[in-house]
């Protein structure tokens, strides 16, 4: 028939084009196609036939067919390969699946992608053909399973259901899907939350391990993914644990459908066409017969030749990427499986699928998928038609509520406190102080667990919360001690976006997310990451953050009095007193007016400035007690003794002064004003400080530029692991500030006087209730916090738990600064500025008397000369008086006798003598 057909072509072109411009035109590409029978190779060389049938006139191309069976040995079809098919130098292949078994054609893709020959897949839908690293030259004309979930997304929107569960296998379809529905969840607006994701090993014996993780789980809505023999298993073991039963709802996928226990009221989605293998037949070589002929007829391409066989691999197909790139940009707008389109990695985009719900093992049609009409319009499911799960016609609400949950809790004062119980014991319940059994988990434990009582603000609120909105609950306390926070891990990181897969929450979180807890009642601070994830109620109580600090010890001892001046200022003062006592008798020791009065002075001479003296002079002037006798007599002594007494008036004053401070205010507690002081924003090794690790304070910290410096030191010496901790460590002095929560911090110093929080808060934040996103209990909670509010509720327990439990502590205030050398700096520059010009003064004195006394001693020369000078001349006179007396007494003794002459001559000697002694010339001799 073939032949015939080639004559008939044959003539028919000689007939239009003569031999001879034929045979320079012509050109036969082979097509080669391995299926799943006979009839589906007639099919197929039927369909090239009719390609060439269709462009009998204006081609020069002609495609010959060849088909073959395909096997179930992927062995055998890989020698098959090299053997019956590559010879025929196929340009592009087309692959179906053996009738025996539905098993992916790899050995086909495996052998063809090896020389670079296009693979046209019409019946593999496995998501591992996308990966193009494995299958670098496979396309297909159906769409993979992984295609399916951007169509659940529409139908979950469609049903208004916002929780679900997906189980899926582990394999690389399972994870593909399961990537899928993550990614069309977030090009969403209406919000859905992954409640629970099961991952199970494909090809068990049972699956009732997996299946019993969705037991306590809120969503009713299961999409499936899994290979029939799976399901087959997995509808067994799930209709034993009433997973099937009312208020359940199964979305499968294709492969899903098909094994007989099916249950009831099962939505699943079938591709249009997919299974038809003639259509796909017929739109494979539709397509590849489009492509092959822009491919020859561009004459920009240069076609090589096609490998021959398969003995060496340097028969690769040079081209065949190029074959393989027009085969992904054509196009069919009416195929007979619909539109055909392929992406960038040669799989099937526009695809139609039915809605297939399960009544009594029977598939019936109650919707439709039209990828043919616009976006809005495509999904189409007549409701009242399908039958759910339970035989209910009433659409199922997606979610189951517990009236019993499970609440986990941290112990943190004043809002959750513990303490030990035996096992016999029962926890009181005393409304005064009510308190909630509680457990931790400890496999160290027989029981495995270890028994608490639990009590508290948070406790007394819950217990309260449980009445009013009418749930009852049972209290664990978190197994690894932390609020929640991100940490890497090689698991799926539940509700994550982006299929962050190596990061989880721990903690609180951590178990609300992995349903070991329904609701976290605790001091948990909402923050935009945490609500990116759970739901949060409306806040029940609003705080910030602050800094603990421990406060300074009081001193009360004898030296008490000196706590107004440093101990340097006090050496200082005190090493003052004597240098200027040293100094004021140097001065007065040396100063000329100092020992010595006047030489015309009729006072009686006052004792000498001593060493001694000059420290009574110094201390009393300091003291005030007066200075008695001993006081400067130089002036250069009185200055530095004026000077010295204005340096001990000030120390005076100031001294006083602070003493009077410090004796009604206390030392400084601290030196920190807050966050912005110098030491927290510019940190220094003898001044560390940090927070708890995992915890909003510290993602507060990590998440603020201006703040990084502080977030990047905390982390250096290292945050705690316990609130406790960080509050132990203040205390003992190895840290000097802890930040954290101001309930907590204030509930501290409140309870010891040693510690003090900074005054003045940042960070603002408010505590709220965590649940799962979509909890049925958001709104309940939430109205009845705000009725608390209202009705005084919250206060009380402010005032029980934070407020009134506060111990007496010495009342605090401001208090002055220690003066110190740089206070007081000046006054000592006083005092050796008054030495300076007291040395000085003294050498100027001493010039002064040198001077002064020069002129004295001239002054003194010259007055004993002119008295010498008047005493020669007085005693001239005298003598010649004396002469002339004695002349005269010689004549009267001529008149008298001799011994009246001899008296009067020894009476002029003795006068004559005792002129002659009187230093005196004023002095009268006697005569006249």
Request: aromatic share 10%; charged share 20%; hydrophobic share 40%.
């Amino acid at each position: 028939m073939e032949g015939l057909i080639h004559v008939t072509l044959t003539l028919a072109l000689n007939v239009y084009f003569g031999i001879e411009g034929f045979e320079a035109r012509i050109q036969t590409i082979n097509i080669g196609a391995l299926l799943s029978s006979e009839s589906a190779g007639q099919i197929f060389s039927d369909a090239v036939n009719d390609i060439n049938n269709r462009q009998l006139l204006g081609s020069s191309i002609y495609f010959n067919a060849t088909s073959f069976v395909l096997t179930n040995s992927p062995l055998e079809v890989s020698r098959h390969m090299c053997d019956h098919v590559i010879p025929t130098e196929v340009s592009t292949v087309i692959v179906s699946h053996s009738n025996l078994s539905q098993s992916p054609p790899l050995a086909v893709s495996y052998t063809c992608g090896f020389y670079s020959i296009p693979v046209v897949g019409i019946s593999a839908r496995d998501g591992v053909f996308s990966d193009k690293n494995i299958h670098p030259s496979f396309l297909r004309t159906v769409a993979p399973y992984s295609d399916q979930a951007a169509i659940w997304i529409d139908i979950l929107i469609h049903f208004k259901w916002t929780s679900i569960v997906v189980l899926h296998s582990s394999d690389f379809d399972g994870r593909n899907i399961f990537s899928q529905i993550q990614n069309e969840i977030l090009k969403k607006t209406q919000p859905i939350q992954i409640d629970k994701e099961v991952s199970f090993k494909p090809g068990k014996d049972s699956y009732i391990s997996d299946l019993s993780k969705l037991v306590d789980v809120e969503s009713r809505v299961v999409l499936f993914y899994a290979s029939a023999e799976d399901a087959k298993v997995i509808y067994k073991e799930a209709n034993l644990l009433n997973l099937t039963t009312s208020g359940y709802v199964w979305i499968v996928t294709e492969q899903a459908l098909s094994p007989h226990n099916v249950p009831t009221g099962t939505l699943g989605l079938c591709m249009v066409g997919g299974d038809n293998e003639t259509s796909q037949i017929i739109d494979a070589v539709d397509v590849i017969s489009r492509a092959l002929q822009s491919v020859y007829s561009d004459k920009k391409q240069i076609i090589t030749q096609v490998p021959k066989a398969c003995e060496s691999s340097d028969k690769i197909w040079t081209s065949g990427q190029t074959v393989y790139r027009y085969l992904k940009e054509t196009e069919l707008k009416e195929g007979l499986s619909g539109p055909v389109k392929f992406n960038n990695v040669g799989d099937r985009l526009m695809a139609s699928y039915e809605l297939i719900n399960i009544q009594d093992t029977k598939q019936l049609l109650v919707g439709s998928y039209d990828i043919n009409k616009v976006e809005e319009d495509r999904l189409t499911i007549k409701d009242s038609s399908i039958l759910w799960m339970g035989r209910q016609v009433v659409k199922p609400k997606g979610i189951k509520i517990l009236t019993h949950l499970k609440v986990v809790t941290i112990k943190q004062m004043p809002f959750v406190l513990t303490r030990p119980i035996a096992d016999d014991e029962k926890c009181n319940q005393d409304p005064k102080v009510f308190e909630v059994e509680c457990h931790k988990a400890d496999n160290t434990t027989k029981k495995g667990f270890v028994p608490y009582c639990c009590y508290g603000y948070c406790m007394e609120m819950l217990k309260k919360l449980s009445f009013y909105v009418n749930f009852t609950y049972n209290v664990h306390l978190v197994g690894d001690g932390s609020f929640g926070a991100f940490e890497k891990s090689e698991g799926t990181l539940l509700s994550a976006p982006n299929n962050a897969t190596d990061r989880r929450w721990n903690g609180m979180i951590g178990e609300l997310l992995s349903y070991k807890a329904d609701l976290i009642v605790a001091p948990l601070t909402i923050t935009p990451d945490r609500a990116k994830y759970i739901d949060f109620s409306k806040p029940f109580k609003y705080q910030g953050l602050t800094i603990l600090v421990k406060r300074k010890p009081q001193s009360s001892n004898l030296g008490s009095f000196l706590q107004p001046f440093q101990m340097t200022l006090w050496l200082l003062v005190v090493l003052s007193v004597h240098v200027v006592a040293v100094v004021l008798y140097l001065l007065d020791r040396f100063s000329p007016f100092g020992q010595f009065k006047l030489a015309k002075s009729d006072d009686t001479e006052e004792d000498a400035l001593n060493l001694s003296t000059a420290i009574w002079f110094a201390w009393g002037v300091l003291l005030n007690s007066g200075i008695g006798e001993g006081t400067p007599r130089s002036f250069s002594a009185r200055v530095l003794g004026m000077v010295w007494a204005g340096f001990a008036m000030i120390i005076v004053a100031s001294y006083t002064a602070n003493l009077a401070a410090f004796l009604v205010l206390d030392r400084p507690d601290s030196a920190i004003s807050g966050i912005d002081d110098a030491r927290m924003r510019n940190p220094v090794d003898d001044y560390k400080y940090a927070t708890v690790k995992d915890s909003a304070v510290e993602t507060y910290f990590r998440s603020r530029v201006e703040l990084s410096t502080m977030y990047r030191t905390m982390g250096k010496w290292g945050n705690f692991e316990k609130t406790t901790d960080g509050i132990k460590a203040v205390k003992d002095g190895t840290y000097k500030a802890f930040i954290w929560d101001s309930s907590r911090l204030e509930y501290e110093a409140a309870q010891d006087c040693e510690l003090k929080t900074v005054e003045g808060l940042f960070g603002r934040s408010s505590l709220g209730i965590g649940m799962r996103r979509k909890s049925p209990w958001k709104d309940p909670m939430s109205l009845t916090i705000l009725n608390f509010h209202e009705n005084g509720t919250m206060e009380s327990l402010d005032n029980k738990w934070i407020l009134n439990n506060a111990v007496s502590c010495p009342v605090k205030g401001s208090s002055p600064a220690t003066l110190g050398l740089t206070n007081m700096a000046g006054v000592f520059m006083m005092v050796a500025g008054g030495i300076v010009i007291g040395v000085i003064l003294v050498f100027v004195e001493i010039a002064y008397k040198n001077h002064h006394g020069m002129k004295e001693k001239e002054q003194e020369i010259a007055r004993l000369a002119a008295h010498r000078w008047r005493s020669n001349i007085e005693r001239r006179k005298f003598r010649r008086r004396m002469l002339l007396d004695l002349s005269a007494g010689e004549k009267l003794s001529t008149a008298g006798s001799v011994s009246d002459v001899e008296p009067s001559r020894n009476t002029m000697n003795h006068r004559l003598n005792n002129h002659r002694l009187d230093p005196n010339p004023n002095t009268s001799s006697g005569y006249v």
